[in-house]
C-alpha cells in the first residue's frame, strides 16, 4: 500500500524529495525488493545534504541482503 501511495506523488516530487525516495527503499527493502531498494536509497542518498541522514541511508543500504 505504501509503495502505491508513493507512486501517486507528482514524478518530479517523487525524483527528488529524499524523504519520499528513503521510504521507498525502506519499502522497496521490506518487499525483498533488493536490488530496487539499494538503487533508490542511491537515490536518496544523492539527494541530501545532511551527513548524519547520508550516513544512516548508507548504513541502511549495506544491511540489504545480496539476491
Not at 536509497?41 to 544491511?63: F, G, K, N
Amino acid at each position: 500500500a505504501g509503495l502505491v501511495a508513493l507512486r501517486r506523488l507528482p514524478s518530479e516530487v517523487a525524483a527528488r524529495f529524499q524523504p519520499a525516495l528513503a521510504t521507498q527503499a525502506h519499502l522497496l527493502d521490506w518487499a525483498g525488493r533488493s536490488d530496487e531498494a539499494r538503487s533508490a536509497y542511491a537515490a536518496a542518498i544523492s539527494e541530501t545534504t545532511d551527513p548524519a541522514v547520508r550516513a544512516y541511508l548508507e548504513q541502511r543500504r549495506s544491511r540489504i541482503n545480496p539476491n
